[in-house]
């Protein structure tokens, strides 16, 4: 038997029922159709499925969704405004910050998350904030560039 649940997703908010032992990533890509995050080890540790809960980057499989409820979640599938990409999103395409991928959400809600926090973050910065989200294709300069492409853009500063 379930257990009844409201979920606040990309602004949208959610009823669910799912069983006590169901990980947010499974909510959202079984139950919400949002395949954004991807299952990667299952352990928290590829950021693969990062997600970002009330502005913070956050590993969705190890997050029982029954300790979700009422909080803001955004996935990479809410990032976009009014059919525009979000300016981390646009700098991963300009700088081809990625080969397969499947990193790449997590990749990118993580920048967010740092973004928000520190509008002009040093490549330190950048590269401690993506610190356990892997890429085994290996485009991570292309990653820390996109990230400090997006930084500038939203800084309204030229690359």
């Known amino acids: 038997m379930g257990k009844s649940l409201e979920l606040t997703v ?3 908010r959610h009823s669910i029922t799912s069983d006590g032992d169901a990980t947010l990533l499974q909510v959202l890509r079984d139950e919400l159709g949002l395949t954004g995050a991807k299952y990667g080890c299952g ?3 590829c950021g693969a499925c990062t997600v970002l809960l009330g502005g913070m980057a956050r590993r969705s499989c190890q997050l029982p969704v029954s300790t979700v409820a ?6 990479i599938e809410g990032l976009e405004r009014d059919g525009k990409l979000h300016p981390l999103q646009q700098a991963f395409i300009e700088a081809g910050a990625f080969q397969c991928a499947y990193c790449t959400p997590g990749m990118i809600l993580s920048g967010v998350a740092l973004l928000c926090q520190k509008a002009r973050p040093s490549r330190e ?5 993506l610190d356990g989200n892997i890429c085994r294709c290996g485009t991570y300069p292309r990653i820390l560039e996109a990230v400090e492409r997006a930084s500038a853009s939203m800084a309204g500063g030229a690359r």
């Open 125 to 129: 910065e950048i590269a401690h904030a």
């Open 10 to 12: 990309n602004g949208k």
């Open 43 to 45: 352990e928290g540790q």
């Open 70 to 75: 009422g909080q803001s979640i955004t996935t």
